[in-house]
């Protein structure tokens, strides 16, 4: 067998080092701008889908840029025109499921009373479990709720299990999803808070 | 030729090896992520099994693994940057997993194994087949598991409607990864029965 010096084992795995971490550099600056597109149209879509918008990827960007305006500068508020010809008010929501981030945007009526839509999404929970909050009908049951109960306090939509807390009314809560527990509550922790800032 | 067939059946690297079981849990919900993901692998592998043998001789014996992980890192790292700039939702659905391929047994297992000592084509050729082993039964699992557990192939319905009007519901069980393992274990245990291995 051959013999290697110390020395040769140092450079060789420097220059391949060098070698490997400037080409993965100009492949990741390559393939960035491609990435951050497909980033900007996820957004857009899921905020056009909490507002009742079904559109296809490819067109999201372009539906949206004709369809909302940003409310802030960081891109946590937009004014919508709704599926329905209104105008509602999109916010971003950020949570903890059981594994990883939960985030979503839900669509409020203009006076921020009213859940007009929302859409979730989430980055690693179970499938078919945690994973059915990004489900049609799980997103269709926050539709039409209110954020203020009957005295007019806040106490916005609750994920509760079906049949805990009879104190709150129909209109303020919706199902939690069976087995899914901690990503239900992360869910009811993202909406507590939502309310329309005052910019 | 024959000879390359070996990874396809009687030295498949899942069902004879058993590695890279833990990706072929996750990734086989449905058909899309699983051949997107079997051709990731065959292309991580084919690749480092060239470049290894390629550069064999070069490569001091006390730092080899360090040269192949180096070598497998930055194929895996450029797979994953365009599967997120060409296949976003797929990207997305595969997650963790692809950066884990860095970890799949059967690469470096196969670098060990062959592309130290064999020439560059055949070692090209090795890793291809090992790739495409790996493929076939994530291929099959995600087919069952999806065809069973959400009535669909590729997305696209081929329950037909009637079917859950009359009662027939998808298996829930199906999409859970313990499931994958059932029919991973059904699967040796058919090829156990028909094809021996000749050691």
């Known amino acids: ?13 420097t220059v391949l080092v060098t070698v490997i971490a400037v080409v993965l550099t100009l492949v990741s600056t390559g393939l960035k701008p491609r990435r951050d597109r497909n ?3 996820e957004k857009c879509q ?20 004709n369809l909302a305006v940003p409310l802030t500068d960081d891109g946590t508020q937009y004014r ?9 008010v999109a916010i971003r929501l950020d949570g903890k499921g059981l594994w990883g981030p939960i985030w979503g945007y839900a669509v409020l009526s203009e006076d921020g009373t009213t859940v007009k839509g929302v859409a979730f999404d989430h980055k690693s929970e179970t499938p078919g479990l945690g994973a059915k909050i990004t489900e049609e009908s799980f997103m269709k049951s926050f539709e039409g709720k209110k954020l203020y109960n009957k005295d007019g306090k806040y106490v916005s939509v609750r994920v509760l299990k079906p049949g805990t807390s009879s104190e709150i009314a129909a209109e303020n809560r919706v199902d939690a999803i069976s ?21 | ?19 890279g079981v833990c990706s072929a849990l996750a990734v086989t919900a449905q058909l899309k992520p699983a051949v997107v993901m079997a051709l ?4 991580v592998c084919a690749c480092s099994n060239l470049i290894i043998s390629l550069i064999r001789n070069t490569i001091p014996p006390r730092i080899r693994i360090i040269v192949q992980l180096l070598v497998v890192s930055f194929f895996v790292i450029v797979v994953d940057q365009v599967l997120q700039a060409m296949l976003y939702d797929v990207s997305k659905i595969l997650s963790v ?6 970890t799949n047994c059967i690469i470096m297992g196969r670098l060990e194994a062959f592309a130290l000592s064999h020439k560059p084509l055949p070692s090209l050729m090795d890793g291809v087949m090992n790739g495409l082993g790996y493929g076939l039964v994530l291929v099959v699992v995600a087919f069952f598991r999806e065809l069973l557990g959400s009535g669909t192939l590729w997305n696209y319905p081929v329950i037909p409607q009637s079917w859950y009007a009359a009662g027939y519901l998808n298996n829930g069980l199906m999409i859970l990864p313990p499931m994958a393992l059932i029919l991973i274990g059904v699967i040796i245990w058919i090829k156990n029965g028909t094809i021996k291995r000749q050691l």
């Open chain 1, 1 to 13: 067998m051959k013999k290697f010096t110390n020395t040769y084992m140092f450079v060789y795995i």
């Open chain 1, 46 to 65: 899921q905020i056009l889908r909490a507002a009742g918008h079904d559109i296809d990827r490819s067109k999201a960007v372009d539906a949206f840029s």
């Open chain 1, 80 to 88: 919508v025109i709704c599926a329905d010809g209104t105008n509602g």
């Open chain 2, 40 to 43: 990731s692998v065959t292309v």
């Open chain 2, 1 to 19: 030729m024959k000879k390359y067939l070996g990874p396809l059946s009687k030295d498949n690297p899942i069902l004879v090896q058993t590695l």
């Open chain 1, 179 to 199: 087995g899914a527990t901690i990503t239900s509550r992360g869910v009811d922790e993202m909406m507590q808070k939502l309310v329309i800032s005052n910019e």
């Open chain 2, 97 to 102: 997993f692809v950066g884990l391929i860095i």
């Open chain 1, 39 to 41: 980033k900007q149209a």
